[in-house]
């Protein structure tokens, strides 16, 4: 899929700025990193792609107990090419990001990437941050019940759970 499906080039832009400006912005997966590599321990898997990786904090986390990440990433230069699938894809506190247009493209994108299981979290409210432009960082705020009919439109959802701002989940 080409990536001017997933993402427009003015928000392209806001990313790639905010990721400069914003040496703490895309650190919610390194906050997920122990439930990771639990996950990875017990269902044997030893490569994650981390879809929306940031700054590539989850790769820095998992990568000494034996745990291999690939970041993918269209706000930060070098991580914006497509990569291969893998078992286990992780998107981490980034659907939320994504332009309301370009939804659908990249929950198809996600789905051809992910061959066994995706691990993905998803917050509900408004982003503490806000962008260069003045717009709030979260482009989709919506409930739970929303984005349930989203995911189960492309993937089989197998587990749900509410965390604090908004919830995880387990699909295939």
């Known amino acids: 899929m080409s990536k001017s499906n997933l ?3 003015e928000y392209k832009q806001l990313q790639i700025k905010t990721h400069e400006d914003n040496p703490e912005w ?3 997966a390194q906050a997920n990193a122990s439930a990771i590599l639990k996950f990875c ?4 898997f030893k490569k994650v792609l981390d879809y929306g990786c940031g700054k590539q904090r989850l790769r820095d ?9 690939s970041g993918y990433d269209p706000g930060i230069p070098g991580l914006d090419v497509s990569p291969p699938p893998h078992n286990l894809v992780v998107c981490i506190d980034v659907l939320e990001h994504i332009e309301p247009e370009y939804l659908d493209d990249v929950l198809q994108d996600i789905r051809r990437l ?12 408004p982003a503490e941050t806000i962008l260069a432009d ?39």
Do not use: Y
């Not at 321990?41 to 044997?44: A, P, Q, R």
């Not at 986390?61 to 990440?69: R, S, W």
């Open 7 to 9: 993402i427009s080039d």
């Open 26 to 28: 895309g650190r919610a």
């Open 41 to 44: 321990k017990d269902n044997g």
């Open 61 to 69: 986390a998992l990568a000494p107990h034996g745990i291999e990440v």
């Open 114 to 125: 992910t061959k066994k299981i995706g691990i993905f979290t998803i917050s509900t409210r």
């Open 134 to 172: 003045g717009t709030n960082a979260h482009r989709i705020i919506e409930p739970s019940s929303w984005w349930l009919d989203r995911l189960c439109r492309v993937f089989s959802v197998h587990m749900f759970t509410r965390e604090k701002d908004g919830f995880g989940v387990l699909v295939q």
